[in-house]
């Protein structure tokens, strides 16, 4: 049995450990408190989890809180103008309900669950790099899950991932209850004053019942940046309600009469936003790889920590698992961050670096149109559950304008955009990589679920790339294209190739076919076509190719219905 261990048991180490011991692996967690210690100390974050992250949970088992953590609806968002007074507001739902659980409750808990789970144990110390030595020497993995103390340091910071030396924001927390009640469906409602700070608050569900979360993201020398003399947790609340009062006072009515959930109820501090290179070089020689906070610390500016934590635990437990019983090296730890980092991190990252800079003028555009443009609003909700989205319109001010045209083209249409999406997603499909050679020899790929067969006589098939892909014009410029139907275990392909990336193909093993196609491993099905014919059809062009040669070695394929990956089953009635 492999045996690995995970130091740092918060929302990445706990949940990593957990789905690797219900995989029948013999793990070794580490942590410095036990749940009772954890139950009764301070708040570690604000931990706001969208649906996007709280769906590895429930993959897990592991989401307990269902019927206990309050709903969060939506984004509400409101760019407050020089006299106080709110010169941009908008609200849109989101897809699914975000909740926030207290980690004081949902580590405890785990760490719990962990220790009952009868594989395994959990080893309660502050682990040093010596300590790191011994596991690394008695097991087969490693994987560092802490950004405290001097294990962080291990890691060295990547400067070209890390724009920033220095803290872009003082932060503090406050869990407080005996808030009025709120006025419409419960969201994320984000404040921001250009040049002094945000302010953002949402339900939450803490160690003593249902609260409410203060986030204070203050500009370093500012006028909010006044915390240095609190000493006390109700000095933090009143000072607290003082900033509201003085920067929010539409937010400040509400909380007027809160009171601290508990004397731990608090935090305050400053942190460098900061990604580092994931393998660590232990002196004897040995490597140990990092996780989460440990290599990507992110400001808390867009509430994407947590979510960070759970998407890293979820994709390190899948390399895990797809990689057996073969030598964990640096290599394989190199490309299992690679993977997170392209696949998720990157996005994250890069969207939360954004708003710790001035707000450029598109990001202007965009925020200010969303007040007119309900999809425009629902689009930027919709990247704090999933930041990918937001690429390319939110990072490039070209897109950002062409971006606006088609929501406003859409604005005036006869259908909710969102809604004929949702309604059309009812439709079950299965999941394709599509792949080609451009002319320059570069190979090109993404993952489409519009795949249909046309004619058996002549074999035709298509699909349908939409206009907006990056790499559109190269599969135009090519004379042949490759379906690979995926099969259920190549979930991660259909997440890389639907990701933007300078190279998709990194990592994964490929051989050439009809006029130099890329060619992937492990489809149940592979279909080799000569592009006869391309459609225009609105925003979207249809690819009609035919089939050159195929392959259908079969096997369980992965299914996509209503947003979310499936696995095909037998009907129970027939």
Known sequence: MRRIAVVGAGQAGAQLALGLQAHGYDVTLVTDRDPDAIRRGPVMSSQCMFDTALQSERALGLHHWEDQAPNISGIALSLIGPHGTPGISWQAPLEGPAHSVDQRVKCAAWIEQFADGGRGEVVLHEAGVDDLEWYARTHDLVVVSTGKGELSR????????SPYDRPRRALALTYVRGTAPREAESAVHYRLIPGVGEYFSFPALTTTGPCDIMVFECVPGGPMDCWDDIRTPQEHLTRSLEILHRFFPDAYERYRDAQLTDPGGVLRGRLTPTVRHPVARLASGRRVLGMADAVVLNDPITGQGSNNAAQAATHYLDSVLRHGAAEFTPQWMQRTFDNFWRGWAQWAVGWTNSLLSELSPHHRALLTAAAEIPSVASALATGFDDPRTLYRWWFEEAEAHRFLAEKRTQHAARFDGRELRRALGQYATGVTVVTARAPDGRNVGMTANSFTSVSLDPPLVLWCPGKNSPSLPDFTDASHFAVHVLAADQHHLSRQFATPADDKFRGIPTTPGIAGTPLLDGAVARFQCRTVQRLDAGDHLIFL??????????????????????????????
Do not use: C, I, M, W
Not at 154 to 161: A, Y
Not at 545 to 562: C, I, K, M, N
């Open 545 to 574: 190719g035919e089939v050159e040669q195929y392959e259908a070695d079969g096997g369980t394929p992965l299914v996509f219905h209503s947003g979310y990956y499936h696995v095909a089953t037998k009907h129970p009635d027939l």
């Open 154 to 161: 291990l890691f060295p910071r990547n400067p070209e991932l």
